[in-house]
Every structure is written in C-alpha cells, then in structure tokens.
C-alpha cells in the first residue's frame, strides 16, 4: 500500500514537474518571437491597389517594352536596344525566388528584367538586370541580380534582402574577383524603376542615401556602397544625381496610369581637368507589347521580335 502511495506521489510530481516545464517552454518560444518580431525592420503602410493595377498587372501578361540604345562605352557612343520587361509574380521569402504554387506566405512582387545589347567595335555587350520589388511598395526590394557578359569575360552581382543587404560578387578583374559583403539598407537605385511603376509620388525626393544601379558601379567599377544624392519628380521625370560619382539619371515616364516609362537619360563625366569627358546614354521607347512571353517559344512567335522592332 505504501509502495503505491509512493508510486502516485512520484508520477503526480511527475505530471507537474512535465506541466510546468511545458508552460516554461511555451514562455521561452513566446519571448523569442517577440524578440524577433521586434529586430524585424519596420514596414510603412502598404500601398492600396488600385482595380486599374489589377485589371493591368494581373491579367497572365507581362509588359515588354523595347528602346533604341545610345550606350555609351569607351568614350563613344554605341548603338544597340534595350528591352524592359515588368511582370508580377509570386515570390518565397525565404529562398528569394519565384514561386511555383501559390502559398499564404508568398510575397507578391513587381519583377523588372532590364536588358542592353550593343557593340563595342567587333565584340559585343549584353547587360542584364533583375529586380524583385514587393507591389506592397513598403519596403526595399527583396533581391536585385546583374550580369554583364562581353568577349573579355563576365561579372555578376547579387544582393539580397535579408537582416541586412547581403552581396555576393565575382569578376574576371582584378581587385574584384570574389567577393562577399553586407551593406546597411538603403535605398537602391534598381528599385526605383519598379516603384515608379507603382505609384510615382511615393519615390524618394530630395537629399537621400542611395546605392547605385549595380550595372553603373560594374561598368564604371566604382565600389558598391551607398552614396549621397539628390532626387527630385515632376509630372513626367524622376531625377537622381550623385555628385561623387559626377552621374546623373533621368527617367522620363507617362505621369497617367500605367506610369509607363518612355525612356531615359544617363550622363557620366569621366576623367579629370582638361581630360574630363561628359557622355550620356540615351534610350528613346520603339514599341510595347502585353503578351505571355513564356509561351511564345516557337519559330512561328519570332514576328513578336519585329513587333518589338528587335529585328
């Protein structure tokens, strides 16, 4: 009788001692999400989309809009296209790539793909840029990609947007070959694009901190890091100049929704003194298609190059 009396104490002590560490448990998880609740970074109220965006974005299409191409490179001017292509996607927050199947926690985003292709004598450029920019329009871009590939070699960039901004960058040139590096968050120069497209008066004006497009600090091979600039909009152009860097963007775009951009202007002064040179690259729109380009894949869909005056 005493040995079972004994017994029930030991499992009833048993009970609450796994009771009360189950609660402790439960304590210790709450507390840590809250910690990480509170290192997340805080996020702006989330832009209200209109039923205009959603008729325009969310139609299975993509935005592909071609431009005539004045590069210039090598102290000329190089002519070539460059094609902008706006689609909206479904984005993992985690992994930082395009979603396959929908999912509560999937990020909708508005991803510009930017390409350049000129020539540089006999050889050619191919430039292409890549931005995930959530369509809540409250935070920075979630990841940005370049590369840039001519018959010297190639280089790619990435950054993605974690606690911090995460860089990861090879190159075939000295003193820049593999590197991995944080930068403290900014804004960023390829966001802009995309957050034009969302509502133009959201765009950052003034005296900001800006980190420049990683195709200006690849082909310039200026350090990528965040530089002070001066930003300013008005009903048809969005400018930003970084005097250290003696560059100058203007994007000029249709103040009317869409917001679609008609073109752009990049000047860059090089050299010092009496070698000092001014040039600026200019892209002037051809033509814009909406169309499901992931399946014109054929031989017979190549007329939507001529469409796009590509060809």
């Known amino acids: 009788m005493i040995k079972n009396l004994k017994l029930i104490v030991v499992l009833i002590t048993g009970s609450i001692l796994s009771i009360t560490s189950c609660k402790e448990n439960n304590t210790t998880i709450t507390e840590t999400a809250q910690i990480s609740e509170l290192k997340a970074e805080p996020l702006a109220p989330k832009t209200k989309l ?9 139609n299975g299409e993509a935005e592909i809009t071609s431009y005539k191409l004045e590069q210039a490179r090598y102290g ?47 050889y050619p450029y191919s430039i292409m840029q890549s931005t995930f920019f959530p369509v809540a329009n409250n935070q920075h871009a979630l990841k940005i990609s370049a590369s840039v590939q001519e018959w010297c070699g190639h280089v790619y960039t990435q950054l993605n947007n974690r606690d911090d901004f995460e860089v990861v960058s090879h190159s075939y040139f000295q003193g820049e070959a593999d590197t991995t590096f944080k930068l403290n968050k900014n804004w960023t120069e390829n966001e802009l694009w995309a957050k034009l497209r969302i509502d133009p008066k959201s765009l950052p004006v003034g005296d900001i901190n800006l980190i420049p497009s990683i195709e200006s600090v690849r082909l310039n091979h200026d350090e990528l890091k965040t530089y002070n600039a001066t930003a300013s909009l008005n009903n048809k152009s969005y400018i930003v100049s970084y005097e250290d860097l003696g560059r100058t963007l203007q994007i000029d775009f249709n103040p009317n929704f869409p917001y679609d951009i008609l073109g752009w202007k990049e000047t860059i ?4 003194g009496l070698s000092a040179k001014t040039l600026t690259t200019k892209a002037t729109r051809l033509e814009t298609l909406k169309t499901d380009y992931w399946n014109k894949k054929s031989n017979a869909d190549l007329s939507l190059r001529k469409d796009l005056k590509l060809q």
Not at 50 to 58: A, G, I, L, M, P
Not at 98 to 105: I, M, V
Not at 269 to 272: H, I
Request: aromatic residues 14%; glycine residues 4%; without cysteine.
């Open 50 to 58: 209109s039923e205009d965006f959603k008729d325009y974005w969310y």
């Open 269 to 272: 002064t090089t050299g010092d």
């Open 76 to 122: 000329e001017i190089k002519e070539g296209t460059s094609v902008l292509i706006f689609v909206t996607e479904d984005f993992l927050p985690n992994e930082q790539v395009k979603a396959n199947n929908y999912d509560a926690s999937n990020i909708p985003i508005l991803k510009l793909n930017m390409t350049k292709n000129f020539n540089t004598g006999i």
